[in-house]
């Protein structure tokens, strides 16, 4: 099955994501509960405003 060009840069995106390197001063506990995947995420993997949280990886995520 081939892949559109728009999917590679979107998987591409997502791994560069999962590989970066840690900031080591943020408290890498859960701070959050991604609303989409149900996935808890620390400080620097989501944004967190008004109670509602969502992890990097489903704010890029087309069908959300």
Do not use: N, Y
Not at 18 to 37: A, K, L, S, T, Y
Request: charged share 30%; hydrophobic share 35%.
């Amino acid at each position: 099955m081939a892949f559109s060009e728009e999917e590679k840069q979107g998987w591409l995106a997502r791994k560069r994501r999962r590989e970066r390197p840690r900031p080591f001063f943020f408290d890498q506990r859960p701070v959050g509960v991604c609303i989409h995947c149900q996935a808890p995420f620390g400080m620097a993997d989501g944004t967190v405003i008004g109670g509602v949280a969502v992890c990097d990886d489903c704010e890029e995520c087309p069908d959300f």
